[in-house]
């Protein structure tokens, strides 16, 4: 079965068709099938509903079965921000880096015990047939000192699992633990209820 991705985001891509390739399933992105996806205001007030939003918003452009996530960072000592505006934080135009070394300045005096922090994933599937569900994977880490590693995207490099922070990690180690992995094989779980 093949999925369109409500996205634009070539990792995400990536990242979404290694996990799910091994279950039998394959994604595309709209681009990759010379659809044109509306633009999605992000109104909701949680991850479930703004990947609603965006997958209800796909499927009704392609009439292709489609998934969507939101996904962002919540920070314990930031009373859970960026959250659901983690791509938002400081505009959507402002480079990660901008964004890390501001999270790193307002953290500067939180100590390591106080630092905790999640990456939260919410996948949303929408079926032409208006079938629809929703599920959420989470990763616990903590807020590093800075940035580190290469890998990944967003704020990868200051989220810190164990010694390693996600930007550190194989895209094997990643997929293992993180997030969206969480919430991609929760999907493929209650995927085989609906086909």
Do not use: W
């Amino acid at each position: 079965m093949e999925f369109l991705i409500a996205s634009h985001n070539i990792k995400k891509r990536d990242e979404l068709q290694r996990i799910l390739a091994p279950l039998g399933f394959s994604v595309c992105l709209a681009m990759e099938k010379g659809i044109v996806l509306n633009d999605v205001e992000e109104t909701g007030e949680t991850f479930e509903e703004n990947a609603l939003l965006k997958a209800v918003s796909g499927c009704a452009d392609s009439m292709m079965p489609c998934i969507a996530d939101d996904s962002g960072l919540c920070i314990d000592a930031l009373d859970g921000r960026p959250g659901v505006y983690s791509a938002r934080f400081m505009g959507e135009e402002t480079p990660y880096a901008e964004k890390m070394k501001a999270i790193l300045a307002e953290m500067r005096d939180v100590p390591p015990e106080k630092r905790t922090a999640r990456f939260v994933s919410c996948v949303a599937c929408v079926f032409p047939d208006g079938r629809r569900f929703t599920v959420r994977g989470v990763c616990e880490g903590v807020i590093g000192s800075e940035p580190r590693g290469e890998n990944g995207f967003g704020y990868d490099p200051i989220f810190m699992v164990g010694e390693k922070s996600f930007a550190e990690l194989s895209s094997g180690e990643k997929d293992a633990l993180s997030h969206r992995g969480n919430a991609l094989r929760a999907f493929a779980e209650r995927l085989k209820e609906f086909i």
